[in-house]
């Protein structure tokens, strides 16, 4: 017997980033992970909710005991030799597509691991049922529920009965093992499916230690201002936002190696927190942003220009992962671990800034200090009352000189004229020297000529 519980809402779409076009799930094809319950089964809907509306095809996965009962029915030997005579099938579904059909030996064979749901009668009667042949002469397995006795057991139908559209009164579904009862399309019919992966999923990366880096071209990332307004010299400090496309190229040889036994499937890889596909080359990116800092010890009141550059690297590095299986609408398994796989990350890595040459609004022109200009100065300054300007500086400097007479011309023609008097004076003291040191002489050589006493 199986346990029938709750069904619970469908499992919203799993967004994904990638530089082509993203896979697309079947808009109305909708997975449960939980099947009706008795009471649920024979509920008219009388207004149905938005999710009637859009999940037109609904698989709800068989529970473990359902499982259970499914392979003990299908495979254990139960004294019937029918049982293993027939081989009944069941139908593979890809994104809600029909893709195939399996067996009742394989279900035996991997004791049923696979992905198993049922779907309802008449749903596969209105979706698959076309795309079957006609001339074909298979059984297939099926669950019927009589909501009056509170049954529910495995049976199987004609696959004529499904491409042919039967009637109510012609439809059997046949009880397995023994065949001793049937079901009509009045009881509850759901058709046994499998669901096939629509991709792997890549997830708790560990990375190693091994990596490998190239620097590539350096990028312009911004321009921004530091400016220091206080009246102090200190360190000031700054950001800038910027974003880039990160690049991943997985290397999909280490990934589908023999020892991996992994089908070719899009890949899904957890990076920053997101799911990112990747296409068939293993190629997938992630809209980045991040935050540049950047400072500098600046004199008082003034500031500099920055310009933010950013260095482009391809990072190669190795990783470990565990690998699942996803079905579409959320729904994943666990499949195994992967070792060995290697993957290049091409994106910004670090950031550098360019300071150009600071200006500054504090800066003094040299001049000399005088007593007018500085009365003027205080005079403007309370008319004003603002700051002055080099350029407006320069201007007051340039009408004082016109509205008052200098003095430094007459400075240096007084200077001049003051060194020309000392020059003549020494040199009249000197002249005068001179001709009294000769006068001194000869009277000397006079006295000298004298005849000495007898």
């Known amino acids: 017997m199986f346990v029938l519980a709750k069904p619970i809402v469908c499992l919203t779409l799993l967004s994904v980033v990638t530089l082509g076009s993203a896979f697309e799930e079947h808009p109305h094809f909708c997975i449960e992970t939980e099947p009706l319950l008795l009471s649920e089964i024979d509920r008219h809907v009388v207004m149905p ?250 004199d008082a009141r003034s500031e500099v220009k920055v310009q933010v550059i950013g260095q482009w690297v391809d990072q190669h590095r190795e990783f470990g992962a565990d690998v699942y299986e996803y079905y579409g609408h959320g729904l994943r398994r666990y499949k195994q671990p992967l070792t060995g796989a290697r993957l290049t990350f091409i994106r910004i890595d670090n950031t550098e800034p360019v300071f150009q040459t600071p200006e500054s609004n504090n800066l003094a022109k040299a001049s000399l200090f005088r007593e007018q200009k500085a009365g003027k100065l205080k005079e403007n300054h309370n008319h004003t009352a603002g700051n002055f300007t080099e350029w407006e500086n320069s201007e007051l400097d340039s009408d004082s000189e016109e509205d008052e007479p200098g003095f430094y011309g007459w400075f240096v023609v007084c200077a001049l004229l003051l060194a020309l008097v000392v020059v003549l004076g020494l040199y009249l003291v000197i002249r005068t020297q001179s001709r009294r040191s000769k006068q001194r002489q000869a009277y000397d050589l006079a006295n000298t000529n004298v005849p000495a006493p007898a």
């Open 49 to 298: 909710s938005e999710r009637d509306l859009q999940c037109h095809i609904k698989a709800s996965t068989l529970t473990l005991k359902e499982k259970a009962s499914l392979v003990d029915t299908l495979c254990a030997d139960h004294g019937s030799t029918t049982v293993h005579r027939d081989n009944h099938h069941f139908l593979r579904l890809h994104n809600g597509e029909l893709s195939g059909r399996g067996a009742q030996t394989e279900l035996c064979a991997n004791s049923a691991s696979s992905v198993l749901a049922w779907v309802p009668y008449h749903t596969v009667l209105k979706n698959y049922a076309a795309e079957l042949n006609p001339k074909e002469r298979l059984t297939y397995i099926a669950k019927a529920t009589n909501v009056e006795r509170e049954k529910t057991e495995l049976c199987h139908f004609r696959h004529t009965d499904l491409v042919n559209a039967v009637t109510d009164s012609l439809f059997t579904c046949v009880v397995m093992i023994f065949g001793d009862n049937f079901y009509g399309l009045e009881d509850n019919i759901n058709v046994l499916v499998e669901l096939e992966p629509l991709m792997y999923q890549l997830r708790n990366i560990t990375y190693l230690p091994w990596r490998n880096v190239t620097n590539s071209y350096k990028m312009h990332l911004g321009d921004s201002v530091l400016r220091n307004p206080s009246g102090e010299r200190k360190p000031i400090y700054g950001s800038l936002n910027y974003a880039f496309v990160e690049k991943i190229e997985l290397n999909t040889t280490t990934v589908y190696r023999d020892e991996h036994h992994l089908a070719v499937l899009p890949l899904l890889f957890e990076h920053r927190g997101s799911v990112l596909q990747l296409d068939e080359h293993g190629v997938g990116g992630l809209d980045v942003a991040e935050k540049a800092y950047f400072g500098r010890t600046m």
